[in-house]
């Protein structure tokens, strides 16, 4: 029992470990809720643009010492209007206007890190992250994005759920739809910039699109899906790190696979899951129904 | 009511000027207001507040409006007059632009020329006083929403849909209980919408239609891919919504529900080609114009049978009588 006990708190006992969880945690957290959104509305693509469009952002940043968030939250705004205003043509879908932004941008990112000095070891920071360099700086900015994100929700989030299911509905009632489309564009930048440091902008994806799709399968209603969605990042977040840490393997992959890990059995499972849900709430009906 | 709570964020409002009424001066080549529409008279009087129609002042206005995409005209000269209580169904061939027309009256499509008016106002500044059916194909039928989430859908107008704490009161629910229970809904409440059939749900919109509680309804095919049950409710609530005073139109390719169930026809094919009532409009001669030759009609005992014959590339549907 005591061993258990070592086995979990021994790599609690380092303050960079203590800082790669809270940040996992964090980071997975925001991701997972905006990422709902991403799979709800079929948008994995762009989201997967986005994290990769931001890494020119990085490298300027990085070059001009300015803060790296920041960098890169700009280059993801730019991106996002980029690819609305490519779309907005009539011979270009929006999947073709994203696919050539964001390969344009990656590759812009990849040539400014090219010019740095130490640019092999740069470029495998930023594309595959590094949650164990965490400072304390940037978990305040993290904990400042995360509060913007849930106020943001708490503000707009029934009129995305509708503008996600109906947008004509959606503007017919007066909803202002083009505030919401990139509102909502502007937190997935927002997720990836406090995601990307801890898995890194190749598979920042993963954060955002894994574990809400292994509660859609689960859930029916979105707040329902917010909620599964964030115990299974939080969860993939925790065994990546462990694994990480006693397996000497690398902790944004490692929290990746364990999301990946977590869908798989749930994918099958879930059918199952759901009938049981679904007699239950028979029987409780049922019940209900005698007693009224 | 409060429906026009949310309408003022509009991103475009760029029409123009919010006008009491249709004030054509001089700009619009399409001169004063035809008053061939069934009462339709001059517009006059504040525009209605809170929605409810209001005398004799039109519902909706249009005015010479032109609508195009890129190169193609999907709309021309419309020029159109609808008094409260109406009950129009819109036909015309595939492409007519009978669901464009529905959109550019709600705002959701911006004219390239001419003047929409929605209660005497531009449509951004009162669609929340319209409710929209749009076609089935427009809507995510697998998003996770049970019915009764949906229906309480038709309540942002009331409850607001941003803001902080965001709660529907007790009138609220009553409108949703009443609109589940007049569509037979009620023990599907709790349901996830992708669990229902296509005419199922067509009544889950139907139901958020009336708890919307507004003065106008566009539905746009609102009779594709519905069961016999559904179709009887629907036409029945609409007739319902027209007593009440209220206007419903209706973009429809069934040629038979037009002539015997609406009051009240446009054909349509890009412009207006006849407008009024079915027994005018259901003319071999007017209805071979506009099908261009899609349509067979026979005539014998006093009985008109229409055929469409639609182009190979789409689904045929023949309708006869």
Redesign the interface.
């Known amino acids: 029992m005591q061993e258990m006990i070592d086995l979990i708190s021994e790599p609690l006992s380092y303050e960079f470990m203590r800082r790669a969880f809270l940040a996992a945690i964090l980071a997975g957290g925001v991701a997972s809720l905006i990422g709902t959104f991403v799979v709800?509305r079929g948008m994995a693509f762009m989201g997967d643009a986005l994290s990769h469009a931001v890494l020119p952002g990085i490298a300027v940043a990085h070059l001009t010492r300015h803060s790296i968030y920041a960098g890169a939250f700009l280059a993801g705004l730019i991106t996002t209007m980029g690819i609305g205003y490519l779309s907005r043509h009539?011979r270009l879908s929006e999947d073709t206007a994203i696919g050539i932004f964001f390969t344009g941008m990656f590759a812009l990112g990849i040539v400014i890190i090219s010019t740095m000095q130490s640019y092999s070891i740069d470029l495998v920071h930023f594309l595959f992250g590094n949650v164990l360099a965490v400072t304390s700086d940037d978990l305040w900015l993290m904990s400042g994005a995360a509060f913007l994100i849930l106020l943001a929700f708490?503000?707009?989030g029934?009129?995305w759920?509708?503008y996600?299911?109906?947008?004509?509905?959606a503007?017919?009632?007066?909803?202002?739809?083009?505030?919401l489309h990139y509102g909502l564009m502007i937190l997935i930048s927002l997720a990836i910039v406090v995601a990307m440091q801890t898995v890194g902008v190749v598979m920042v994806l993963a954060m955002l699109v894994t574990p809400p799709a292994t509660a859609?399968l689960l859930?029916?209603?979105?707040p329902a899906?917010m909620v599964l969605s964030f115990i299974f990042s939080t969860l993939a977040a925790v065994l990546g790190l462990y694994s990480s840490y006693y397996m000497n393997i690398a902790s944004g992959a490692a929290i990746v696979l364990w999301a990946t890990i977590i869908f798989m059995p749930v994918f099958i499972f879930a059918p199952k899951v759901k009938l049981f849900v679904q007699q239950y709430?028979q029987l409780r009906q049922r019940c209900a129904g005698k007693v009224g | 009511m409060e429906t026009?709570?949310?309408?003022?964020?509009?991103?475009s409002g760029k029409i123009d000027k919010p006008t009491k009424g249709l004030s054509p001066g001089g700009t619009h080549p399409g001169g004063s207001l035809p008053g061939g529409a069934p009462q339709g008279g001059a517009p006059q009087g504040g525009a209605p507040q809170g929605g409810a129609p209001q005398g004799g002042a039109p519902v909706i206005e249009l005015l010479g409006v032109t609508v195009r995409f890129?190169h193609r005209t999907a709309l021309e000269n419309i020029t159109l007059s609808i008094p409260a209580g109406s009950q129009i169904a819109i036909i015309g061939p595939n492409g007519a632009g009978k669901s464009t027309l529905l959109?550019t009256m709600?705002?959701?499509i911006r004219p390239a020329a001419g003047v929409v008016r929605l209660f005497g106002l531009p449509p951004?500044k009162r669609?929340?006083a319209?409710?929209?059916i749009?076609q089935r194909e427009?809507?995510?039928w697998s998003?996770?929403?049970?019915v009764r989430?949906?229906v309480m859908?038709g309540r942002?107008?009331h409850i607001g849909?941003?803001?902080?704490w965001?709660h529907p009161g007790p009138a609220d629910r009553e409108a949703v209980r009443r609109a589940l229970d007049r569509l037979g809904l009620t023990p599907y409440a709790?349901r996830?919408i992708s669990e229902l059939s296509g005419g199922w749900q067509q009544r889950v919109f139907l139901a958020?239609t009336l708890a919307q509680e507004a003065p106008l309804l566009l539905l746009d095919e609102p009779f594709n891919e519905i069961d016999a049950g559904t179709r009887q409710l629907l036409l029945e609530l609409l007739d319902s919504f027209v007593a009440e005073g209220r206007s419903v139109l209706v973009a429809t390719h069934d040629l038979e529900l037009a002539r015997e169930r609406f009051r009240r026809v446009l054909l349509l094919n890009k412009k207006i080609l006849a407008d009024g009532r079915p027994e005018e409009i259901f003319q071999p001669k007017l209805l071979q114009e506009a099908f261009s030759g899609q349509v067979v009609t026979l005539e014998s005992a006093g009985k008109t049978a229409i055929f469409v014959n639609k182009p190979p590339t789409s689904v045929g549907k023949h309708v006869e009588k």
Do not use: C, N
Not at chain 2, 161 to 164: M, T
């Open positions: 709800l009539r708490a503000l707009f029934r009129a759920v509708i996600s299911f109906d947008p004509a509905f503007e017919t009632s007066g909803l202002p739809v083009g505030l859609r859930a029916g209603r979105v899906i709430h | 026009g709570k949310t309408g003022k964020i509009g991103k890129g959109r709600l705002g959701l951004v669609r929340s319209a409710a929209f749009p427009t809507v995510d998003f996770p929403v049970t989430d949906v859908m942002i107008g849909a941003i803001g902080l965001l709790g996830a958020r």
